[in-house]
Every structure is written in structure tokens, then in C-alpha cells.
């Protein structure tokens, strides 16, 4: 069983910083990439960052020069730590990690459950 916890949603004001970690645990083989989604009401979940297990990132051109995607690959964790935060941002985050479960197995898709992002003064 593997799960994704996420951490570090809240509310933060204009201007403001917040910092989201998500931990993979239980049993799997590698991770081959994490990233952040978000969904913010009324819209589609939409891209925010990746990174693979190379360290190859990817940003949507909204949060370019604003957000970072971190990884720790010995915990399993990736962070985002996003600065400059707009109203635009408030949306529910979403970890992703694609996981090989076992040698030799096909990616699996996992998602965490979520954590609230709200900016507003």
C-alpha cells in the first residue's frame, strides 16, 4: 500500500510564502517522478511543477521565478516552496508520484489527498 501525505497548506496573504511537503511511503520499488497539482474552484487540476528522479524539473508559466520544486530522493519527499503567492494561487495542492512498484513493473500513478492553499488579505 502506498500513500502520499501531504503537509503546509494555510492561509497566507499576498506577497507571502508557504512551504508544502509531500512524503511517499509504504511499498514500492523507485520513484521515477513527483510533482504538485493544483485545482483551484470552478477549474480543472492543472500542472504546477515536476521533477524526476534525475532532477529534471517542470513549471507551469505561472509559477515560474515564484515557485520551486525540491526533492529529497532518501525520504521519498518532494517540497514546494512557493514565494511572491497571488490570489491566483488559492487552489487545492495535490502531490503526484509515479512509482514502479516492483522490478521490472510498469509506472503506477498515485495522488495524495490534498491540502488547501489560500491567499487572500
Known amino acids: 500500500q502506498v500513500q502520499l501525505v501531504e503537509s503546509g497548506g494555510g492561509l497566507v496573504q499576498p506577497g507571502g510564502s508557504l512551504r508544502l511537503s509531500c512524503a511517499a511511503s509504504?511499498?514500492?520499488?523507485?520513484?521515477?517522478?513527483m510533482g504538485w497539482y493544483r485545482q483551484a474552484p470552478g477549474k480543472q487540476r492543472e500542472l504546477v511543477a515536476t521533477i524526476t528522479n534525475g532532477g529534471s524539473t517542470n513549471y507551469a508559466d505561472s509559477v515560474k521565478g515564484r515557485f520551486t520544486i525540491p526533492r529529497d530522493n532518501a525520504k521519498n519527499t518532494v517540497y514546494l516552496q512557493m514565494n511572491s503567492l497571488k490570489p491566483e494561487d488559492t487552489a487545492v495542492y495535490y502531490c503526484n508520484a509515479i512509482l514502479r512498484l516492483k522490478p521490472g513493473s510498469g509506472y503506477t500513478v498515485y495522488w495524495g489527498p490534498g491540502t488547501q492553499v489560500t491567499v487572500s488579505s
Open positions: 509504504g511499498s514500492f520499488f523507485s520513484i521515477n517522478a
